[in-house]
């Protein structure tokens, strides 16, 4: 954080939350293949806790929609990096942890085979 305090500055900007909510979706929309390509590389294991695991892989899918935001996006006011870049990767962690609470109930709910 004090990294981005340095390198970005507060400025004034008139449509805040609409270029805003345009970076979150151009970074889901990043996001979202990248999440899918690290499953696939990780459901070859033994996925031992489905919640962390899901953080994890939605975490790393946010930070690379966040990497490509960083590159693309030319808004360089500290306030929008931090809430709508950063952003994109707390609801990739988000997302990722509501599927591995779901997948960790749906397990407990089948039946033990022995």
């Not at 696939?40 to 899918?61: D, E, M, Q, T, Y």
Request: include cysteine; glycine fraction near 12%.
């Amino acid at each position: 954080m004090i990294t981005l305090a340095v390198t970005f500055r507060p400025q004034g900007e008139p449509a805040f939350v609409k270029t805003g909510l345009a970076c979150v979706q151009r970074g889901l929309t990043y996001s979202i293949p990248a999440a899918l390509v690290f499953w696939l590389l990780l459901r070859r294991g033994a996925i031992l806790f489905p919640k962390s695991v899901g953080a994890a892989v939605g975490g790393l899918a946010g930070l690379a929609g966040l990497s490509v935001l960083e590159l693309n996006c030319p808004d360089v006011n500290v306030f929008h990096v931090v809430l709508w870049h950063w952003g994109v990767v707390l609801i990739g962690t988000a997302v990722g942890v509501l599927i591995g609470t779901a997948v960790e109930h749906i397990q407990r709910r089948l039946p033990k085979t022995p």
